[in-house]
């Protein structure tokens, strides 16, 4: 491939909008695919290591601009480039990792835009249920299942339900199986 066209895909990958993705799709909407992997994009994921370097490009010749530290870390891939995925936190922030520190377990966060607040963990998808854990803003959980308007979450071997507009690593209305 010569550098010109190499250039070119990558300020392409770079021009993809910082929004592309914060909505779900409708579901007969068409979904768009990476041109690497053919899988949908935006799409969430997680961190498979607890130290993955952020770039400023899609090589290792490009700035660390920031250390990720915490495996299960959900992120969401909003480009892919040959052995590299560009991805965004939950603070907005975006950059490039190789795809092989990333993993396809699905995690979310906890109301992350509420820090020092608690939520409810619940035994069933209700308000009225009981509850089974208080959960700190920013906890990282293990997706379970989504219905569109509650997941049933895993953290610290309990397991419950949380409203789904209170986790960051799920799409509004997405559903999980």
């Known amino acids: 491939m010569s550098h010109l066209l190499r250039l070119a895909l990558v300020l392409l990958a770079l021009a993809i909008p910082a ?3 914060r909505v779900a799709q409708a579901a007969d909407a068409p979904v768009a695919r990476g041109t690497v992997s ?3 994009l935006p799409r969430f994921v997680s961190l498979k290591s607890d130290r993955v370097n952020l770039r400023e490009g899609p090589s290792k010749d490009h ?3 920031w250390v990720f530290t915490r495996a ?3 992120v969401e891939i909003i480009a892919e480039f040959e052995t590299w995925r560009r991805i965004r936190d939950s603070e907005g922030s975006d950059g490039w990792v190789l795809h092989s520190l990333l993993s396809g377990r699905r995690t979310a966060l906890v109301s992350p835009w509420s820090k020092g607040q608690i939520f409810a963990m619940r035994e069933r998808a209700s308000e009225e249920a009981a509850v089974v854990a208080r959960l700190e803003a920013g906890v990282v959980v293990d997706v379970r299942r989504c219905t569109g308007t509650w997941c049933e979450v895993a953290v610290s071997g ?3 339900f949380v409203e789904q507009d209170k986790l960051w690593g799920v ?3 997405e ?3």
Do not use: H
Request: cysteine-free.
């Open 19 to 21: 929004a592309a993705g």
């Open 38 to 40: 053919g899988l949908p």
């Open 63 to 65: 700035r660390v601009t």
């Open 72 to 74: 299960g870390l959900p």
């Open 158 to 160: 309990r397991r419950g």
């Open 171 to 173: 799409y509004p209305n």
């Open 175 to 177: 559903r999980i199986e």
